[in-house]
C-alpha cells in the first residue's frame, strides 16, 4: 500500500513536466549537427528560420504586454535571425542555378516557413501562459530553445 502511495504521489509531482510537450521532433543542435554531418545549408537554414521566429513572437509578445521593457538585445537578435536566414536561403537559391521565378518561389516559402513557425511558438507560449501565468519562464524546453538560438546566433556570426 505504501509503494501504491509513493507510486501516486511521485506521478502527481511529475505531470506539470508531463503537461509540457515540445512541438518540435528535431532540437536546433541536431539541426545544425545535420549541417556539418551532411554539408548541406538547408539545416542550418532550417534552425535559423525557428530562431528568427522565435525572437519574432517574442518581441511581439513582450511589446504589447511590457510596454516599458526595453527589447533593444530581444530585437537585435531577432533581427540578425532574419538578416542570416535570408542571406543563407538566397545563397543556396542563387547557387542552384534557379531562374527568377524558382527564386522568388523559394523566397516566398521561407517566408510561409517563418509564419509558420510563429504560429507553432506563439501556440506554445499562449499556452505556457495559460498553464503557469508566463509565457516561458516555467518552461525548461523553451528556455533551452532560446539557449540554442544564442548558440546558433553565435555561429551564424562567424559565416
Known amino acids: 500500500m505504501t509503494k501504491t ?4 504521489l511521485m506521478f502527481f509531482l511529475s505531470l506539470p513536466i508531463l503537461a509540457e510537450e515540445y512541438p518540435y521532433d528535431v532540437r ?8 556539418i554531418e551532411r554539408e548541406d545549408m538547408h539545416y542550418l537554414i532550417r534552425a535559423s528560420t525557428r530562431c528568427a521566429s522565435l525572437y519574432q513572437i ?3 509578445l513582450l511589446s504589447r504586454d511590457h510596454t516599458n521593457q526595453d527589447l533593444s538585445s530581444i530585437n537585435s ?8 536566414v535570408h542571406k543563407l536561403n538566397n545563397n543556396k537559391l542563387q547557387s542552384s542555378g534557379l531562374s527568377e521565378d524558382e527564386l522568388k518561389s523559394g523566397q516566398q516559402h521561407l517566408i510561409d ?8 511558438y506563439s501556440s506554445w507560449m499562449q499556452n505556457n501562459y495559460v498553464k503557469q501565468g508566463e509565457y516561458f519562464g516555467s518552461s525548461e524546453f ?13 555561429i551564424l556570426m562567424q559565416l
Open 28 to 35: 536546433i543542435p541536431e539541426l545544425i549537427d545535420k549541417t
Open 113 to 120: 516557413e517563418i509564419k509558420q513557425h510563429i504560429k507553432i
Open 77 to 84: 537578435l531577432k533581427d540578425q535571425f532574419i538578416f542570416s
Open 58 to 60: 517574442t518581441s511581439e
Open 5 to 8: 502511495i509513493i507510486a501516486l
Open 142 to 154: 523553451l528556455l533551452r530553445e532560446f539557449d540554442d538560438c544564442k548558440d546558433l546566433n553565435s
